[in-house]
């Protein structure tokens, strides 16, 4: 427990060998080979024999991505998370049924799935993230807030401990600074156009960010220390109360995913502690509360257009405006007010 915890999931253990969660060696606990995606979701939107579209997984099943975990995660720890949310959402309104959710629970369900999938298509592996030393109390240095980030968040949960995250410089007073280690977004899903599919899921290793849309209930998460929370939500404001079509929802994932790739540099960096009486990790944010990371200066229109266009499956040029100099979108009018999403009439 505790520094070596952390210790441990930076080690990226053989995923053969231990359970990727909670990090305990199968030849003591056993093991169960699961699917990542829970077999619930596959069965509920027909994924069996549906391709993934991720870039590590081009070309397979979902049926047939599948790694063994121990059975207590896959039973108690998690699957206890899988039986619930897979009960709210079978039915009727599944926003308004996940909001008795709570945050951290939906970031570790949904983690745990980028998790897995990170781990077995070996993108883990990060070459940025020095060992850490031989450590007593503190994590020694800085890394890089690799995959390995997220895996700190889920061997947490698995371990039925917290992690938070605070500023350099913060006061060490836990109740004003301490918050979640991730910005996580929720959103109504306007589920009636039977042009789209009532499921999706995108990642991004590289921002480590993580959105999945089943029902009228969409989410998108970065595990970023809650950088994105602090500091760029809001320009989400106007879709606050409003149902987004599936289109708008892919333009809000590709967004939010972009903003990460602005951030300077030194916002990337995280050092880890082990607060006893919490009996939580803390993972401190190497820049401080009163300085925003997010440069306007590393912004490029084109850029913007070329990574958003992937997410809304549309043509770069057609997502530039005349001049070149912004991107048009889907979400908000000219005076910056929602905007419903005009349907197709077939
Ligand atoms: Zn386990």
Not at 160 to 184: H, N
Not at 199 to 219: C, E, Q
Request: charged content about 25%; hydrophobic content about 40%.
């Amino acid at each position: 427990m505790s520094v070596a915890m952390i210790e441990d999931v930076l080690r990226l253990r053989d995923i053969t060998k231990s359970c990727p969660l909670c990090g305990r060696h199968f030849s003591r606990v056993g093991k169960d080979l699961e699917h990542v995606f829970p077999r619930w979701l596959q069965k509920r939107h027909n994924l069996w024999t549906r391709k993934l579209t991720l870039p590590n997984f081009v070309g397979r099943k979902y049926k047939s991505i599948r790694v063994s975990i121990c059975p207590r995660c896959n039973n108690q720890r998690f699957g206890e998370l899988e039986r619930l949310i897979s009960g709210l959402t079978a039915n009727g309104d599944a926003f308004d049924a996940m909001a008795e959710v709570d945050d951290h629970q939906v970031a570790a369900w949904l983690g745990k799935i980028f998790w897995l999938l990170c781990r077995k298509s070996h993108v883990s592996v990060d070459p940025k993230a020095p060992r850490a030393r031989k450590p007593t109390r503190v994590l020694d240095g800085e890394i890089m807030r690799g995959v390995t980030y997220l895996g700190v968040i889920e061997r947490a949960h698995a371990m039925s401990r917290g992690m938070y995250a605070c500023f350099r410089g913060d006061p060490p007073i836990p109740e004003y600074f301490y918050s979640e280690p991730y910005s996580l977004y929720r959103f109504r899903i306007d589920a009636s156009d039977p042009n789209t599919e009532a499921f999706d899921f995108k990642d991004n290793p590289i921002v480590l960010g993580a959105a999945i849309r089943t029902g009228s209930f969409g989410v998108v998460c970065l595990y970023d220390g809650g950088l994105h929370r602090f500091f760029r939500s809001h320009w989400l404001m106007p879709l606050w109360g409003n149902a987004l079509h599936p289109h708008q929802f892919n333009e809000v994932v590709g967004r939010i995913f972009y903003d990460q790739l602005v951030l300077d540099d030194a916002a990337q960096q995280v050092q880890y502690f082990w607060n006893r009486p919490l009996k939580a990790v803390v993972a401190m944010n190497a820049t401080q509360r009163s300085y925003n990371p997010y440069l306007q200066e590393n912004h490029d229109p084109l850029a913007c257009a070329e990574f958003v266009a992937r997410y809304v499956g549309a043509k770069v040029a057609d997502l530039l405006t005349e001049e070149g100099n912004d991107i048009r979108t889907a979400l908000v009018d000219d005076a910056g007010k929602f905007r419903t999403y005009p349907r197709q009439v077939v």
